[in-house]
C-alpha cells in the first residue's frame, strides 16, 4: 500500500565522492541492525513510511529538503545491500528504473522464488510506476523508481516525480503487506507541503467514473470520435484513439486491467475519465490525496501538527540500528550527531 508522497526541491548536481561510499557502508549497517532486531518485514514498512525514509536519509547525510535525499539514499542502499540480508534494491533513476524488470528476473534464482512470483514482482512494479505516473495526475512525471524485494516476494517501492512548472519533486511510497487493490485508495499516508487541483482516478469517489472509463473503452473508437474531437480546454483529441482501439480489441474486464494495458498513458486515462463526464455525468475525483507534509512538522503546527506517535517510532529504530551498528566509532558518532541535531527539543 502506498505510505507516503514527498514535495521536494530539485538540488542540481551530484553526492561527493567523500560521502556515497559512506552512505552505503552505514546504511548497510542500519538496514543490518534493523533485519536482525525487527525482521525484513520492519524494514520493508520502515522504508516505505515517509516519515522514516526521510529521517533515514538525514541520518546518512543528506539535507532534509533536497530532492537527491530519494535518488542517493536508494542509490546507495542498492549498492551497499547486495543480497546477503535476504533484501535487495532493483530499478533507480532513469534507465537504471527501465532495467528493474530484467533485475526482478533474476531473483528466480537469487531468492528461489518461483516463475509466477517473479511476475507478480513485474506486475506490482509496474503497476505502481503506471498509477502514480497516469492516474494521478497533478503535473509531476516519474523519473525514478526503486523496487525493494525479500526474500519471501514481499516488496515495497519508493519512487519519485519531478513537475516542470515548478521544479519540485514528489515522492511515493508503496508497501506490498497492504495491498488491496491497485486502483481503489491505495494511499495510507501521502506526504507534501501543497495541494493542487489533480485528476485522481483512485479516489473512492472515482468509483463510478472508473466502472464508465472501462464500459466506454470497450466501444469501438470510431463511435467515440465526435466526444475526442472537443474543444481544446478539455485536453480531449484523436492522439488517443490508437490508444483506445487497442483497448477495444482487448475488452478489459476492470479498470486495473484497463490501466494495466500497455500504450494506454495518461493522456487516455483522462479522455475516458472526461468522456465518461461529458456522456453519463460521472464526476471523477480532483481531490490530491495528499494528507501530510514530508517532514515531520513543526510545534508551532507548520506545515501541520508534529506526529509524535511516527517520530518516537523512527527515532526508536534508528537509534537501536544506531547503538548496534557494526560500524567505525567515528561514523557513528558522526551518525549519532546528525540524528540528534534532527531531533526537535520537545523529543529530547
Known amino acids: 500500500?502506498?505510505?507516503?508522497?514527498?514535495?521536494?526541491?530539485?538540488?542540481?548536481?551530484?553526492?561527493?565522492?567523500?560521502?556515497?561510499?559512506?552512505?552505503?557502508?552505514?546504511?548497510?549497517?542500519?538496514?543490518?541492525?534493523?533485519?536482525?532486531?525487527?525482521?525484513?518485514?520492519?524494514?520493508?514498512?520502515?522504508?516505505?513510511?515517509?516519515?522514516?525514509?526521510?529521517?533515514f536519509g538525514c541520518v546518512l547525510g543528506f539535507d532534509w529538503h533536497s530532492s537527491g535525499l530519494t535518488t542517493t539514499v536508494t542509490g546507495a542502499l542498492k549498492e551497499g545491500l547486495g543480497t546477503?540480508?535476504?533484501?535487495?534494491?532493483?530499478?533507480?533513476?532513469?534507465?537504471?528504473?527501465?532495467?528493474?524488470?530484467?533485475?526482478?528476473?533474476?531473483?528466480?534464482?537469487?531468492?528461489?522464488?518461483?516463475?509466477s512470483k517473479i511476475e507478480e514482482l513485474k506486475y506490482a512494479s509496474r503497476l505502481?510506476?503506471?498509477?502514480?505516473?497516469n492516474c494521478i495526475q497533478a503535473g509531476f512525471v516519474l523519473y525514478h523508481h526503486s523496487f525493494f524485494v525479500s526474500e519471501d516476494g514481499k516488496w515495497a517501492v519508493v519512487q519519485q516525480g519531478m513537475s516542470n512548472e515548478t521544479g519540485y519533486a514528489r515522492r511515493y511510497h508503496w508497501l506490498s503487506e497492504k495491498v488491496k487493490s491497485f486502483v481503489v485508495e491505495p494511499h495510507v499516508a501521502i506526504c507534501c507541503d501543497t495541494k493542487s487541483r489533480a485528476l485522481n482516478m483512485v479516489a473512492e469517489e472515482s468509483e463510478e467514473s472508473r466502472k464508465v472509463s472501462v464500459d466506454m473503452s470497450k466501444e469501438n473508437?470510431?463511435?467515440?470520435?465526435?466526444?475526442?474531437?472537443?474543444?481544446?480546454?478539455?485536453?480531449?483529441?484523436?492522439?488517443?484513439?490508437?490508444?483506445?482501439?487497442?483497448?477495444?480489441?482487448?475488452?478489459p474486464k476492470n479498470y486495473e486491467e484497463l490501466v494495466a494495458l500497455k500504450g494506454l498513458g495518461a493522456r487516455s486515462i483522462r479522455a475516458l475519465a472526461l468522456m465518461s463526464k461529458l456522456v453519463y455525468g460521472t464526476e471523477p475525483s480532483w481531490r490530491d490525496p495528499v494528507k501530510f507534509s514530508f517532514s515531520h512538522g513543526g510545534k508551532d503546527g507548520f506545515p501541520h501538527p508534529v506526529d509524535r506517535g511516527t517520530y518516537d517510532k523512527s527515532i526508536e529504530i534508528l537509534k537501536t540500528a544506531l547503538e548496534n551498528a557494526k560500524i567505525d566509532d567515528k561514523e557513528k558518532i558522526y551518525a549519532f550527531k546528525r540524528l540528534n541535531e534532527f531531533i526537535p527539543k520537545e523529543f529530547k
Open 1 to 55: 500500500m502506498k505510505t507516503g508522497v514527498a514535495d521536494l526541491p530539485l538540488h542540481y548536481g551530484s553526492c561527493p565522492k567523500w560521502l556515497f561510499p559512506r552512505m552505503k557502508k552505514l546504511g548497510r549497517a542500519v538496514t543490518e541492525i534493523i533485519v536482525l532486531e525487527f525482521g525484513r518485514d520492519e524494514f520493508l514498512r520502515r522504508i516505505s513510511d515517509p516519515f522514516f525514509f526521510q529521517s
Open 128 to 133: 505502481a510506476a503506471k498509477v502514480d505516473n
Open 221 to 251: 473508437p470510431n463511435n467515440l470520435k465526435k466526444y475526442l474531437l472537443m474543444d481544446t480546454k478539455h485536453e480531449i483529441d484523436l492522439k488517443n484513439y490508437k490508444p483506445l482501439m487497442n483497448a477495444y480489441e482487448f475488452q
Open 84 to 115: 546477503d540480508l535476504g533484501l535487495t534494491v532493483l530499478g533507480g533513476k532513469g534507465r537504471a528504473s527501465r532495467k528493474t524488470p530484467s533485475e526482478i528476473d533474476k531473483l528466480e534464482k537469487i531468492f528461489s522464488l518461483s516463475s
